[in-house]
Nanobody, 122 residues
Framework: QVQLVESGGGLVQDGGSLRLSCAAS????????MGWFRQAPGQEREFVAR????????YYADSVKGRFTISRDNAKNTVYLQMNSLKPEDTAVYYC???????????????WGQGTQVTVSS
């Protein structure tokens, strides 16, 4: 079993930055691929970014490429999402997820956090 707890969300102005954190417990963290997803009101949960267990490989949705950076610290059992140049359309609840394969498919992640709200004002 893996427990995930996100933090770092909040209200920020257009063009601002936030860093989300996701603390994991329960299994060997470095063996888990980690992903960030987001869900805006009335919309499907969508992929944002993912990272392999070692941290060597990352992948991003086109909508955030060049603005967001996913990273991890296996010594702290934590994955991060640095979000720069935020836009109002980035407003959503952000979720971290853990699984055995680095994938963009949310159905392949068995473990999820409770989510953290990010609101970008124009």
């Amino acid at each position: 079993q893996v427990q995930l707890v996100e933090s770092g969300g909040g209200l920020v102005q257009d063009g601002g930055s936030l860093r989300l954190s996701c603390a994991a417990s329960g299994r060997t963290f470095s063996s888990l691929a980690m992903g960030w997803f987001r869900q805006a009101p009335g919309q499907e949960r969508e992929f944002v970014a993912r990272i392999t267990g070692s941290g060597a490989n990352t992948y991003y949705a086109d909508s955030v490429k060049g603005r967001f950076t996913i990273s991890r610290d296996n010594a702290k059992n934590t994955v991060y999402l640095q979000m720069n140049s935020l836009k109002p359309e980035d407003t959503a609840v952000y979720y971290c997820a853990a699984g055995w394969l680095p994938t963009s498919q949310k159905s392949r992640y068995p473990y999820w956090g409770q989510g953290t709200q990010v609101t970008v004002s124009s």
